[in-house]
């Protein structure tokens, strides 16, 4: 039972269940945890989704180098990742899916960088001085996998360091759906990902005769997900010193935005 005003990014008792066995348990034999779990996440989602520094966090949540803690110890052990994976699968099933896709999208979006340093580049294209996150999502428009780089990382370069997994992991995805930037090689290369199972990049392309903005199909799911992450503050730039963290944070927006649809689908 929370002693204080609730914050809107805190979690109701019902996504506190849906997490709550997701959580890691504390470690046998050490010190009482002095804070709960659930106050940190809260901690977590504030900093998200308000954009404020983790040491700028209100006094009434847990103090920031505990929040901030336990998120650099998720990200380093794949906590964040397992945790969204599973959540993923679990909202598949509520939407009449199977857990693993059979379908996708990928593309990258361009964002600036902050004089907090890190790796970063020059996007001639969009001419940004950031980093690139470069995202491949189903036909819901969930996350299946995210790689941030600086922004003068070629697409098709990257795509291959984003969708190497494939080789061993998501046996049941077929198709991928991607713009001209990816064309080339890596059609090629990512067919031969597989010896069994092939997986498809179908390029998506405009035709001459369209002006102006046109919806492509297939290709305006992955331009929702990056919508998406306008829901947070923190996403509005890359304000991360290691790419490492601007990936978990995005596997964290999209855990948040999750587990309030696998609520409210159970909530009817």
Same mark, same amino acid.
């Given at each position: 039972?929370?002693?204080?005003?609730?914050?809107?990014?805190?979690?109701?008792? +019902?996504?506190?269940?849906?997490?709550?066995?997701?959580?890691?348990?504390?470690?046998?034999?050490?010190?009482?945890?002095?804070?709960?779990?659930?106050?940190?996440?809260?901690?977590?989602?504030?900093?998200?989704?308000?954009?404020? +520094?983790?040491?700028?966090?209100?006094?009434?949540?847990?103090?920031?180098?505990?929040?901030?803690? /336990?998120?650099?110890?998720?990200?380093?052990?794949?906590?964040?990742?397992?945790?969204?994976?599973?959540?993923?699968?679990?909202?598949?099933?509520?939407?009449?899916?199977?857990?693993?896709?059979?379908?996708?999208?990928?593309?990258?979006?361009?964002?600036?960088?902050?004089?907090?340093?890190?790796?970063?580049?020059?996007?001639?294209?969009?001419?940004?001085?950031?980093?690139?996150?470069?995202?491949?999502?189903?036909?819901?428009?969930?996350?299946?996998?995210?790689?941030?780089?600086?922004?003068?990382?070629?697409?098709?370069?990257?795509?291959?360091?984003?969708?190497?997994?494939?080789?061993?992991?998501?046996?049941?995805?077929?198709?991928?759906?991607?713009?001209? +930037? /990816?064309?080339?090689?890596?059609?090629?290369?990512?067919?031969?990902?597989?010896?069994?199972?092939?997986?498809?990049?179908?390029?998506?392309?405009?035709?001459?005769?369209?002006?102006?903005?046109?919806?492509?199909?297939?290709?305006?799911?992955?331009?929702?997900?990056?919508?998406?992450?306008?829901?947070?503050?923190?996403?509005?730039?890359?304000?991360?010193?290691?790419?490492?963290?601007?990936?978990?944070?995005? /596997?964290?927006?999209?855990?948040?935005?999750?587990?309030?649809?696998?609520?409210?689908?159970?909530?009817?």
């Amino acid at each position: 039972m929370k002693t204080r005003t609730p914050y809107p990014t805190d979690l109701s008792d +019902a996504e506190w269940d849906v997490l709550q066995p997701l959580v890691p348990a504390a470690k046998p034999g050490g010190r009482p945890e002095k804070y709960p779990k659930r106050d940190i996440l809260d901690g977590i989602f504030y900093s998200l989704q308000s954009g404020c +520094a983790w040491r700028l966090l209100p006094h009434d949540l847990p103090p920031w180098r505990s929040v901030y803690s /336990y998120f650099r110890l998720w990200r380093n052990d794949g906590t964040w990742k397992r945790i969204h994976d599973t959540l993923r699968g679990d909202l598949r099933e509520l939407e009449g899916r199977s857990r693993q896709p059979s379908a996708g999208s990928i593309d990258s979006q361009s964002v600036k960088i902050t004089e907090r340093g890190g790796e970063k580049g020059y996007d001639g294209g969009k001419q940004i001085n950031g980093r690139k996150r470069h995202i491949l999502v189903d036909t819901l428009g969930l996350l299946i996998a995210v790689l941030v780089t600086g922004a003068n990382v070629q697409d098709r370069d990257a795509a291959k360091s984003l969708l190497a997994f494939l080789s061993h992991q998501f046996t049941r995805l077929r198709c991928i759906w991607a713009d001209g +930037a /990816y064309t080339g090689q890596l059609v090629e290369w990512v067919w031969q990902l597989r010896r069994y199972r092939k997986v498809c990049l179908e390029i998506v392309k405009r035709s001459d005769d369209m002006k102006g903005f046109v919806v492509l199909p297939k290709r305006w799911i992955v331009e929702r997900t990056f919508s998406w992450f306008g829901k947070y503050r923190r996403l509005s730039k890359d304000y991360e010193y290691l790419t490492q963290s601007s990936e978990a944070l995005i /596997y964290i927006a999209m855990t948040h935005l999750m587990v309030r649809r696998i609520v409210k689908h159970e909530a009817f």
